[in-house]
């Protein structure tokens, strides 16, 4: 007699809500196995593929893609120890929040650890590699008789694209490395993009209006833009600005970028800027600090997790490195890198998007030259870099003064004035511009 399970939204980050679900992997009727991928959500922070904690076969889907889903309420049913017929989902839904625990004394599933009887979850056997034949049929196909759904190799971007233009990746043959599908085969499978629909101006509507398009707000710009509403009309902004002679740092990133011991690494200019922020903090410890508002009390910290501000599909991120202070510059340079690619990639951990201290946002890869940034919630200060470009320029030296062309940036520093005044907001500016103008200072 099988028996059904639910499995319910777990709690992928640090007190989230709710998730969206981007994409199924499974549908009525399939056989699933302990750990394989079943769902692909996205949350506040990032997309997340969620395993099956049983193995059965799939009895009800309680939500479909596109749907926003509260932390508790039951993702899936399925039937567990026997064969079951699929049933509709409102018949199988169990009451939404409901514990993942029961009688027989099961706990709280880890994602990806499936039950925690002892002695009852099974180990994922290995399936057998398709044959050449096989695999120039159709990815469903080639797993039909086991009446499981092969999972395509795609990144969460791809995936995403692949569903915004309803390609369905099974279809699409992966060029990328290792036999991943890459945005261009996703595109490729989708055909030439068709004319959008002529819409029909609204009722009362000019005669020149052309209609309008409605995007939903989810996932992580929903969070973004909950946290920018709260951090602007929470915080007293002060926003500083100061424009740098970075000639010495444009010719020391040369050198160091012909070191053999960086060989490999991507040297930008927001490297050193980053570096001078951590050494300037260090005269300036207000600025690394956290208003405790139920406390009244200012926290300052003892360590720096830079974070740096990541503009991706999804939306703006801030992942940190954690004790960015105590990183060489090539261990800083790695870190940056690697933060990056995983942002863009949509594959940041939750922690790493929690415990910032700083931030660091450069809007120069954008060809702008400044802006006024917005503090990242919890953080004291904020420093945005503008694009390095060669200006005229006034230099003094023994010889008198002259004009000539030389690498400028300009930097803006937001802080929030409970925690620091203008003073030590301004002493901490001119500081990174000081390390900016002259390396060397860096030894003292």
Not at 47 to 57: D, F, H, N
Not at 191 to 210: T, V, Y
Not at 289 to 308: F, P
Not at 312 to 337: F, H, M, Q, W, Y
Request: with cysteine.
């Amino acid at each position: 007699m099988p028996t059904t399970e639910d499995f319910c939204l777990p709690d992928v980050g640090e007190g989230l809500t709710e998730a969206d679900i981007l994409q199924w992997t499974v549908a009525l009727g399939d056989t699933v196995e302990v750990n394989q991928i079943i769902v692909e959500i996205e949350t506040a922070k990032a997309a997340v593929e969620l395993p099956s904690p049983y193995a059965g076969t799939v009895a009800a889907l309680h939500a479909a893609e596109g749907d926003t889903v509260p932390v508790g309420a039951p993702l899936i049913t399925i039937a567990v120890g026997g064969t079951e017929e699929p049933v509709e989902p409102d018949a199988a839904a169990g009451p939404a929040g409901s514990d993942q625990g029961d009688a027989r004394g099961r706990t709280a599933l880890l994602v990806g650890y499936g039950p925690r009887d002892a002695g009852t979850a099974r180990r994922r056997t290995a399936r057998p590699a398709a044959s050449t034949g096989a695999a120039s049929a159709s990815t469903g196909a080639a797993s039909a008789s086991t009446g499981t759904v092969s999972r395509p190799s795609a990144k969460p971007p791809v995936r995403k694209l692949a569903k915004d233009l309803g390609v369905d990746l099974r279809t699409v043959l992966p060029t990328g490395p290792h036999g991943t599908i890459s945005r261009e085969d996703v595109h490729l499978a989708a055909g030439p993009p068709s004319p959008p629909p002529r819409e029909s101006p609204s009722p009362g509507a000019g005669a020149n209006s052309r209609g309008e398009t409605r995007i939903a707000i989810r996932g992580v710009r929903k969070h973004m833009a909950a946290a920018m509403v709260a951090s602007a009309f929470t915080a007293p902004h002060v926003t500083e600005f100061v424009t740098v002679d970075v000639s010495e740092t444009m010719r020391l990133r040369e050198l160091v970028g012909a070191r053999r011991d960086f060989a490999g690494i991507r040297i930008s200019p927001m490297l050193f800027v980053a570096k001078a922020l951590l050494l300037a903090l260090r005269g300036t410890p207000e600025l690394n600090s956290v208003w405790d508002e139920s406390r009244q009390e200012i926290v300052l910290k003892h360590h720096i997790n830079l974070g740096v501000a990541a503009a991706t599909d999804r939306g703006l991120v801030v992942p940190n490195i954690k004790d960015a202070d105590l990183l060489s510059l090539r261990e800083l340079a790695r870190a940056i890198a690697q933060l990056a690619t995983t942002a863009r990639e949509g594959r940041t951990e939750p922690r790493d998007l929690t415990g910032g201290t700083v931030t660091l946002t450069n809007v120069g890869v954008f060809g702008v030259d400044t802006g006024t940034p917005i503090l990242n919630p919890g953080e004291a200060a904020i420093l945005a870099l503008g694009a390095v470009r060669r200006t005229p320029w006034v230099v003094q030296d023994q010889a008198g003064e002259r004009i000539e062309p030389r690498w400028t940036a300009q930097l803006a520093l937001s802080f929030d004035h409970r925690l620091a005044d203008g003073r030590q907001g301004s002493r901490l500016l001119a500081d990174v511009a000081d390390l900016l103008r002259e390396p060397g200072l860096a030894m003292l």
